[in-house]
């Protein structure tokens, strides 16, 4: 729960999410270093709900590894799209483009509404949330 609150702030919205979902965890030496969770929303429809990786942990690829798990899990359970809102500028929005998210919609001022604190990056305000998708139905047959 400390990892997922790293990500999210709202205990509430965690605990809501955590029903129905799956959770995986990353470990070193018995610790929990990393943590995301997945959901299928609708059918064949999965979002990224959250990833977190132990601050002492990062930038040593444990979040990359974490994020191919999850996209090798979608594909291995059918799924066709996997979803996941991120801030619209700064390194989150990098981590997922490169793994091949593209962006889909905006949920303008959602950080304004949703986060008690304002959240600052680079000295600017993170003010609308991207929704990304990855495209998983290329080469699969229809039915
Ligand atoms: C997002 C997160 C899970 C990435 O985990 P990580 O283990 O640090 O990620 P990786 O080491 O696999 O980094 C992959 C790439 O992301 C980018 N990146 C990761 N952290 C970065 C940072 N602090 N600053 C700039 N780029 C960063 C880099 O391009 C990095 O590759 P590189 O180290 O080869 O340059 C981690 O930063 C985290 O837990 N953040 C707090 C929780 C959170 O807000 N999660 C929700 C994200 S929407």
Redesign the pocket.
Known sequence: MELLL??DPSIGKILHYLAGAQCFVAQIDEAVV?VYVLKETVPAKYELMN???APS?????????LLEHAIARVREGAGLRLEVG?ASFG??L??YQRAGFRVSSVEKDFFLENYPEPLYEDGIRHTDMLRLTLDLSKGKIAT
């Open positions: 790293e990500a990393g990833i977190s990786v942990r990062q930038r040593r690829g444990i979040g990359k590894a991120t390194y989150y990098t981590f």
